[in-house]
Nanobody, 124 residues
Framework: VQLQASGGGLVQAGGSLRLSCAAS????????MGWFRQAPGKEREFVAA????????YYADSVKGRFTISRDNAKNTVFLQMNSLKLEDTAVYSC??????????????????WGQGTLVTVSS
């Protein structure tokens, strides 16, 4: 599976962005998909994940209620809708795919495939 993330950019605090992650490969629908982010000088952290069926979603507490992850298996794409953006959301966002169990969706090591990151910059 190859992943290509897009949709990052510069946005004012309180604004919205929608990230997309396009996947190649026929087995996309079998994988859980996750979004992670890494801010300058900080470690990579979990943002959101969605199980292969799209029926279960998981969020970091810091983004719960503001971000929504979704997927379109027909289009091999996963989305991250980010609303009410804050300065602390500034980071490089990366998408990932993997065969995860429910308890492991939060951990980067559970994902075997990664796309390049897309930069999100939130300004005041």
């Amino acid at each position: 599976v190859q992943l290509q993330a897009s949709g990052g950019g510069l946005v004012q605090a309180g604004g919205s962005l929608r990230l997309s992650c396009a996947a190649s490969g026929r087995t996309f629908s079998r994988y859980s998909m996750g979004w992670f982010r890494q801010a300058p000088g900080k470690e990579r952290e979990f943002v959101a994940a969605i199980r292969w069926s799209g029926g279960s979603t998981y969020y970091a507490d810091s983004v719960k209620g503001r971000f929504t992850i979704s997927r379109d298996n027909a289009k091999n794409t996963v989305f991250l809708q980010m609303n009410s953006l804050k300065l602390e959301d500034t980071a490089v966002y990366s998408c990932a795919a993997g065969n995860t169990i429910v308890s492991s969706v939060y951990y980067a090591r559970s994902y075997g495939y990664w796309g390049q990151g897309t930069l999100v910059t939130v300004s005041s």
